[in-house]
């Protein structure tokens, strides 16, 4: 008879067993849906945002060890070479778009009279050409 009871009560211990784990996954279940919720809600009440989150809720990225640190010889190369860029800049006398639109500057030389009425005949006879065949 003792093991009749013995195992009763080890029958017990796993049923017991089997519900404990069962509640704590509903309960990670139920912590998982509320932080869901939670997260909609926010949204819902909260308007889009567009441009950079508060510095205070910014993430710092993931990096390992210092920031590199510029020297300041480089720093100082680097400001010269901006003020040279500048100077240049601002020395220009007229910009791209001012200046006068009326000529073409496709780099070619110009035509003289004769080629051109060199090539009006060419094309003229070519002209004819297709004309006849057509």
């Known amino acids: 008879m003792m093991r009749a009871g013995g195992t009763a009560i080890a029958t017990r ?3 017991y067993m089997d519900i404990q ?3 704590a996954q509903l309960k990670k279940e139920r912590d998982r849906i509320d932080n869901a919720i939670a997260a909609l809600v926010g949204l819902g009440s909260q308007p889009a945002r567009r441009a950079r989150p508060p510095k205070g809720t910014q993430s710092k990225p993931a ?3 210092k920031r590199r640190r510029m020297s ?3 720093r100082a190369r680097i400001a010269a070479a901006k003020k ?3 100077a240049k800049q601002k020395g220009r006398p007229a910009s791209k778009k001012a200046k006068s639109v009326s000529k073409k500057s496709t780099g070619r030389r110009p035509m003289s009279a004769a080629m051109r009425k060199k090539l009006s005949a060419m094309m003229k006879a070519r002209w004819a050409e297709r004309k006849k065949a057509a």
């Open 13 to 15: 211990e796993r049923i």
């Open 21 to 23: 784990i069962v509640v």
């Open 63 to 65: 990096s390992s060890g």
């Open 72 to 74: 300041v010889a480089a």
């Open 84 to 86: 040279a860029w500048w």
